[in-house]
Every structure is written in structure tokens, then in C-alpha cells.
């Protein structure tokens, strides 16, 4: 079973930017996929961006143009690099990893991302 472990969460001002990093504990190409989702406590978790085996990327409405999902298959990592943040971005951001197709399995732990001046 994989083990993923964000970093990079923290505080950063409104229009700031934040990189996260997601380490996988194996091959990331094991896996159909790759995500980023965020929750709000007492929301449901939602979706912020895919990457699949192949490349192709997805995102949320909120997140384009802004964020940006990438993977360096070398180091079994993918990112969210999240730029012109916004208060209302501030949410705890979960790695996914999925082995079936729109089922995400795999959860790392999480990272507080929190936008305030």
C-alpha cells in the first residue's frame, strides 16, 4: 500500500504563492492517477487537480489558471504549485492516489494551507 506524505502547507498572505509536494512511497506510475483535494472542516472534501499516467491534467474551476499540478516520476513526487492565492483557499490539501479509474484509495495525512494578511 502506498504511503503519501504532503508538505509545503503554511501561511501565506493573500496573492501569495505556495508550492506543495506529495512523496509517494512508490511508483507513482503504478497508479491510474494523481490528485490534490482540499477540505474545509465541517465541508466536504473537494477536488483541486489530476494528473494521469498518461499526463493529462484536470482542475477544478477555482484552480485554473492558478494552480498548477505537476510530477517528477524520478523522485515519485507530484506538486500543486498554487499562485494568486485567496482567503477562501485556506483548507487542509490531501494527496490521492488512484488504482481504479475516479476512485481515489490512497490518502496522505494532509497540510494546512491557510491564506491571511
Known amino acids: 500500500q502506498v504511503q503519501l506524505v504532503e508538505s509545503g502547507g503554511g501561511l501565506v498572505q493573500p496573492g501569495g504563492s505556495l508550492t506543495l509536494s506529495c512523496a509517494a512511497s512508490?511508483?507513482?506510475?503504478?497508479?491510474?492517477?494523481m490528485g490534490w483535494y482540499r477540505q474545509v472542516p465541517g465541508t466536504e472534501r473537494e477536488l483541486v487537480a489530476t494528473i494521469n499516467v498518461g499526463g493529462i491534467t484536470n482542475y477544478a474551476d477555482f484552480a485554473k489558471g492558478r494552480f498548477t499540478i505537476s510530477r517528477d516520476s524520478a523522485k515519485n513526487t507530484v506538486y500543486l504549485q498554487m499562485n494568486s492565492l485567496k482567503p477562501e483557499d485556506t483548507a487542509v490539501y490531501y494527496c490521492?492516489?488512484?488504482?481504479?479509474?475516479?476512485?481515489?484509495?490512497?490518502w496522505g495525512q494532509g497540510t494546512q494551507v491557510t491564506v491571511s494578511s
Open positions: 490521492a492516489a488512484s488504482q481504479v479509474p475516479g476512485e481515489y484509495g490512497y
Open positions: 512508490e511508483n507513482i506510475f503504478n497508479y491510474n492517477a
